[in-house]
Nanobody
């Protein structure tokens, strides 16, 4: 079972930056897709960015050009660099792992880290 631990959230002013980290309990390249999602109060969880084991990235339109997903294979860690933050980026951010194991795809989630952007 994959375990994910996020860190790096906090309070930042609009226009500022934060970097989220997600430490993965196993070899990160064994996971098909790593991702970051977010959920604001009263809203559904939404995709922010994904990174496949092959290195392909995908971003929500709302964060393109401002956020960047990356990984450090040696540290089994995925990052989300967030620049030019806006109040509407305020959410709980979740790390996810989408992995093929035991003949099916399974999804794993971290506990979430709060990001608050003040205007």
């Amino acid at each position: 079972q994959v375990q994910l631990v996020e860190s790096g959230g906090g309070l930042v002013q609009a226009g500022g930056s934060l970097r989220l980290s997600c430490v993965v309990s196993e070899r990160i390249l064994s996971i098909n897709t790593m991702g970051w999602y977010r959920q604001a109060p009263g809203k559904q969880r939404e995709l922010v960015a994904t990174l496949t084991s092959g290195g392909t990235t995908n971003y929500a339109d709302s964060v393109k050009g401002r956020f960047a997903i990356s990984r450090d294979n040696a540290k089994n860690t995925v990052y989300l660099q967030m620049n030019s933050l806006k109040p509407e980026d305020t959410s709980v951010y979740y790390c996810s792992a989408h992995k093929w194991e035991r003949f099916e795809y399974r999804d794993y989630w971290g506990q979430g880290t709060q990001v608050t952007v003040s205007s």
